[in-house]
């Protein structure tokens, strides 16, 4: 498994390795053509059967990048359909025609909704895949100019119900923990990139005579950066490890792991000084990702609150 | 607190009654709009003598007490005017720095078009050359009458905007850094100028950078001698004496409600733990009022130490972010969808990413956190300096 | 009142100049023969009539050298002495005759209740002077060896009722915000003869060949100390000199202010390395006072929620 | 996991099901109830061969790789048995060292002591060289067959309960620092020995500071040759491979137990505030246990990296402060109050207000969370080193 996880980030590197952002129809092209949609799905469905370890390592490459797209609410469709007897929609979601889902609740925070066939509903114990046409959209820009998420009006209910009662509600749990686990890979894949480039910075920065670097203050600072973020990183793969963790334990890792993304992006801008501050460096892309990501799929203040009910539970 | 001050609270209060703008920040959606606005305002204040109450007696509203000009802000706080953004270089720094090193041909020049609306900038910060200001290249040649300069300015406040410059240059590399450096004062529409502004990560531009390339600047425009541009610079730096860090710790005390909207909106009001977060962040920002309020004081009784004013800065920045995370975090979701910002709406508009971004303009610019800290350590605590220059050694370790 | 403080303050600060802390026996002489019980009551009531800025001064001042003994008790049946016609007992109170107080709630954390005559009993709607006599006493040893809490039995509950119904709801709420601002006092005191000593270990004791008071990281966290410090202060005057100023907003200032105490008695430690480990060296003193500070008179979780719900309710 | 694995961890479930000691936290409240069950516990691992898995091949109970190793540990920790305080740096830190630096003669001389109980500790630290090893001044002159010791240690864990010492000390003042240092076995009962057990602020006696006056040690006693003494203590201070951390960390999950039953006794599992600071230590606690986990595991595949081992140690650091802060501010005034200590406890005994005074120790001792992040950022990613010396020149600002 460790081979198949240094052999997945190799090739993910290489994939992205240009611009900050790349273009977003340039970077859809090619996570369809590498066949990164059916990374995750089992093989007797069509996909590769890399499980968890690829939705890690994809999203990690993706958020290094900050790639613009609807890649995780795809991912979510294809989960969802993979269950099923849906294989042609599967194919054609797998092949890369746009099926989104909400990054939130009910249907809103939709990404690319505008170019969706189809869109994934989830209610508490109805999930049904809905056509997008006809319908209206509401574009909702985010400060990240990386997401184009929309509200979409419910109208026509009329669908493929993909799952109902209880079936729906275990369904559920797993989108749920699938999201948290993207969002905290590409929230992980973030904070490196940040955390690289502000190393380079203070190597190169001068000041007062000398590298930023050599100033202990700063030093120290990223030596908690690093240190967050390797764990951060051991947690993921600990969960994503873990056939037994659920929506909850997920969400608690995905809280955990933004939260760390946001520190080392908010110190990132801190540290590059007024450079960090100007749209003309990447630095706030960073930034606002980190943030959309934290208030995406359910807030810290929503798992924490949650991983700690259920510890008083047990 | 004396009488004398309680009359000037209950002026000031009367003359707002009639004359504060209402319902401006609603107007301020626009870069045009909100210079309008800063045009009418300063105006009005001009007018009403409430624009330049720290000017020297003898010059219109000047002759102030600090404790005076104190009165004034709180009022204008309180009555949530707007900051005067635009001319606060103008009748702060610049007139500040004439004041003390302008001849008096300098002063009858310049002075009486600050009152008539002429906007001024600060060129100091470099690139390369932020915290470490000794550290400027931006170069001047005398040649005859005339300093021609080449080089680039960063940072500067509102500098697309402004008519004048106050403009730090290095006239020589000899000796210590700072003994090269000359102030002048420059004439943004003279040949050679580009003024562009700086796009910010939240959508402001409240800054510029300023290109000079082989603009000829009056030896008359310089203030003080050649070399003296570092004490000349500190008169500038130091002008505003802490009134500004008066009103927006009370600014931002006035904008909790804010936040506590949200709460009772999101119907979290029983949620103990936000409770808690917005109890602490209560004293947080008072005890930021508070050490605002003691430094001023201590400055009017002529007890201020060095890097007590780092004190105030640090504790107003570290304290800025703390309110708007809250906002940021309270506000969630919709928090992060994108919402026009308010120009000149200050630094708590309630559009919280924007103000959060907003709040590392304050840890950043005018001396970094980190550079507070230094000065904290080492000139208020007296602990050993960082070396100025040091031998690396590999450690066999 | 500037100069009254500063004149105060020199007072104090030659009081207590010696060992850290010094015999409890000879401060409690020196706390009475210096007047120090009776400066806060007015002058009509034989007080000197410094109000809160001499109770401010005096418990900074008996923080900063950690005194041990009942003062801030003692302080409290005086205040509620004051209020009433028990000239007699107030007189022997300001004397110096023990007469304690909780630090808690009911009738339990009363310094050195073993020698108190009275005892305050300070209920919802009545508040009375009981004598200790008779009662039992249960020592309640602290982590903190400056302190010699007791929870007392309630026994008899005879004795002079100071305050009913109203009255005592009023009382009740004068002694919370009194405690809380001799409670922040002591605090602040303690904070900054902590912060003072690192500095001096700092710039005494070299590592790697230079003194540590040369480390940059050092410094930066040096100065973040010394910051909060100063706010605290400053808040504790503004909220001692706002006559305005009730048991919730000087509740949420103690709490402000034992936090900062924590974090520098903390910071302390730990920059003092292993010295400060042990009962040696009085780093630790300041430690275990700063969180008694913390839990006594009402938490911080107890005022910071307090604090928000007023704020909600305006 | 493999099958041999599997089978070692059910072999050593089974083995504790009937040898762990029961209720042995209630028993520990002296020291000398401490020390009688740590040596019967001791005796009891040497017998079933659990005392010395990674003892090389051929020595009773060791030849174990770091898998079978870390299923060992894991397994203790699951079954809350005591940890092998009295013991440890015998059999990890004075065996691996002499294993890998001592001749045959040493060797047979010293290891089947240790089996037998013999108890070691560490003479690294003085008054003076904490965190900088390199700097040590306590003595050691040859004369003849003999070393004569005069000095001081400091922080010699259990130092007032051992027999032998790992003593590091100084044999030249020639060269760079580290180069004059030699390795020295002590017997402790030689004249001239005083160990003094160190109080520290909570309560505990687990290290102590031994004098050395005059002291003679035989040559025959040196590990390594004279002057190699930093390359010695490297072996000794890498001796225990991160299982410690490893099981600390699981140890402290284990323990939260303690926090969620304050928070139900004191009806306090409405509180959103508090469930979500129980639910965020919980996912920094799984982060803490899930990096040592992967260290081991790099470990043990050759890929460790220098500097690894400095963020398991900050990360278990840190959030043991975490655990232990959160345990005192829920546990109110009751953590206030003094309890007796448990000794030999661990770092979680629910006695509050010593638990987080112990915590200390792992943020001091061993390298401090400075020095670690030192080694963060100049080793493991490589930024410019603290400058080994350095000029102070005054600043002209």
Known sequence: ?314 | MSDALDGLRQEVREWLAVHAPKDWRAHSTSEAAFLAMQRSWFATLVKGGYAMPHWPEGWPGGGRSLAEQKVIYEEFARADTPRLLLSFMSTYHAASTLFEWGSAEQQQRYIPRILEGEIWCQGFSEPGAGSDLAALRTRAERKGDVYVVNGQKLWSTMGQFADQCLLLVRTSNEGVKQAGLTYLLLDLKAPGVTARPIHQIHGDEEFAEIFLDNVEIPVANRLGEEGQGWAVAQSTLSSERGLTLLELSARMRGAMWRIADMIRTQRRADDAGILRDLGKLASKIDATCAVADQFLANRIAGLELVGDASIVKLAYSRTLRDFTALGLRIGGLDAQYHAPITFGGGMETGNWMADFMNSYAWTIAGGSDEVQRNIIAERLLGMPREPKSWTVKESAA
């Open chain 1, 1 to 314: 498994m460790s081979m198949t996880r240094s052999e997945l980030q190799d090739a993910a590197a290489k994939a992205f390795d240009g611009d900050l952002p790349p273009d977003a129809a340039q970077s859809w092209t090619l996570i369809t053509d590498m066949g990164w949609l059916m990374m995750a799905v089992p093989e007797d469905q069509g996909g590769l059967g890399l499980g968890r370890e690829a939705v890690g390592v994809i999203h990690q490459a993706l958020g290094r990048t900050l790639v613009a797209g609807p890649t995780i609410a795809q991912m979510l469709v294809i989960e969802a359909l993979s269950g099923t007897a849906q294989d042609e929609l599967l194919g054609r979601a797998m092949a890369g025609e746009v099926m989104t889902a909400s990054l939130a609740d009910g249907l809103t925070a939709m990404p690319d909704a505008d170019r969706a066939s189809h869109l994934l509903f989830i209610e508490p114990e109805r999930i049904a895949l809905l056509p997008t046409q006809g319908r209206g959209l509401t574009a909702r820009a985010t400060w990240d100019k990386t997401r184009r998420l929309f509200d979409v009006d419910a109208g026509e209910q009329q669908g493929i119900v993909l799952a109902r009662g209880e079936a729906a509600v275990a369904l559920g749990n797993r989108l749920s923990a699938l999201r948290s686990l993207a969002l905290a890979a590409d929230s992980l894949g973030g904070a490196d990139a940040a955390l690289r480039m502000t190393i380079d910075y203070l190597e190169t920065r001068r000041q007062f005579g000398r590298p930023l670097a050599l100033f202990q203050a700063l030093k120290h600072r990223v030596a908690d950066m690093k240190t967050a973020l390797v764990a951060a990183e051991a947690l993921f793969w600990a969960r994503a490890d873990d056939p037994d963790a659920d929506a909850i334990s997920m969400g608690a890792m995905k809280a955990h792991a933004a939260g760390v993304y946001r520190l080392i992006a908010e110190e990132a801008i801190q540290l590059h000084g007024g450079i960090g501050l100007t749209m003309e460096h990447p630095c706030h892309l960073f930034l606002k990702r980190a943030t959309l990501n934290a208030a995406l799929g359910g807030d810290a203040d929503h798992w924490e609150e949650a991983a700690g009910r259920r510890m008083l539970a047990a």
